[in-house]
């Protein structure tokens, strides 16, 4: 007996070692947003903001279990690890393998959710099907109550998609390319159709219950943290501005939650790729993080940081920088007059500070020592903005002046000292 229990152990080891390896690749696993309550004194909580995080150094999520259910897959991506043509061990997990381990790594506190993908085996609604069950088995078998993010299968039917919203937090499926052309290059099997299809349902239903959990307090929870989605980017050559038009019409007209930009990792030889031993583009990833964090919580418009004059970002400043830089006309602003829209637009002035300095100067008018204890970025606020000090920290300069004497501040890692008696450049 103890013999048969090794064996399984180690099988199971195994099939783990390879499964959650293939899902490295997939990086929409934030977990935030989720309000399902433990009401039943069952395992797990995801209340309040969801659950907690753990990052790598490269920012990815890794406090899920994150795995594939099998990386076999009848699709021949040319950018996936799991594409049928390649030749890599092939490995699935059971149903009551992947709710085991789950329930098992909770319990010791390895985990406090499950992130959940796939390979397609015979077709989508197989696949979904094993998906949706796996939660499902969690939610009322287990009384789990942790958070879980299902990836689903394009072109699964809406009963599949409905039951996966009621038992999972989020759910997201996968737009794969910036633009539907290099999609059928670079993965002939997929199309956008069966892509977006699922998620105007998961949109209009995300919509529907909240709806009616207005009206009726026992109407179920669906996808309450709503739904994401994730794009290659570097293995095809769209520039930002495709990119972005593209994120920005997804979270227009689909409500999503997130878009995650997924750096292209070079896996294959194939002639339509970029070839092996070329970096990832980690820097423009960044930048695309950061030109979407402009668009969802700064007010900017897409077309303000990438347009048909500025089709690809700065991968030197960050995108607000390098808006502001080509917008002078704009600045500087009164710091103790100007609303709070022109203050979050400022290089250097994030959400916090901003809200903040719009609460204190009820109280009198600021200063630069009182905006650098309220901790904003110095070293590139006193280029844009005025305040009651009658000193200047940086006189009227060019674009590039700015754009140099920043880049320069960043390379000798030199951070000013500032008081309210010095001035300073």
Known sequence: MTTVKKTSDARIHEKLSILADAAKYDVSCSSSGSKRKNDNKGLGDATGMGICHSYTEDGRCVSLLKILLTNYCIFDCAYCVSRK???????AFTIEEVVELTINFY???????LFLS????????????????????????????????????????????KEAGLYADRLSVNIEMPTETSLKLLA????YAEIL??????????????????LIKSTPLFAPAGQSTQMVIGATPETDKDIMFTANS???????????????IPISGDERLPGIGTPPPLIREHRLYQTDWLMRFYGFNVNEIV???NPNLDVDVDPKLSWALRNLHEFPIDINTADYAKIIRVPGIGVGSALKIVAARKFGKLDW??????????????????????????????????????????????????????TLF
């Open 85 to 91: 043509s390649n030749d890599v061990k092939r490995a």
């Open 107 to 113: 319990r010791r506190n390895y985990i406090e959710g």
């Open 118 to 161: 796939s390979g397609i085996f015979k077709n989508a609604d197989f696949t979904m099907e094993r998906l949706v069950t796996i939660a499902k088995k969690l939610r009322l078998e287990h009384k789990f109550n942790g958070y879980i993010h299902l990836k689903t299968i394009p072109g699964a039917s809406e009963e599949l998609m």
């Open 188 to 191: 002939p099997d997929k199309n």
């Open 197 to 214: 299809t699922p998620m105007h349902y998961l949109s209009e239903s995300i919509v529907h219950y909240k709806a009616e959990k207005k």
């Open 250 to 264: 997804l979270y227009q007209k689909y409500g999503m939650r997130r878009v995650y930009y997924s750096g292209y």
């Open 307 to 309: 347009n048909d004059a």
């Open 369 to 422: 020592w009182q905006l650098k204890k309220i901790g904003v970025a110095m070293n590139r606020v006193k280029h844009f903005v005025v305040c009651s000090s009658k000193d200047v920290l940086f006189g009227e300069a060019t674009a590039g002046a700015i754009r140099h004497h920043i880049l320069s501040l960043g390379k000798s890692k030199y951070t000013p000292t500032y008081s309210p008696q010095l």
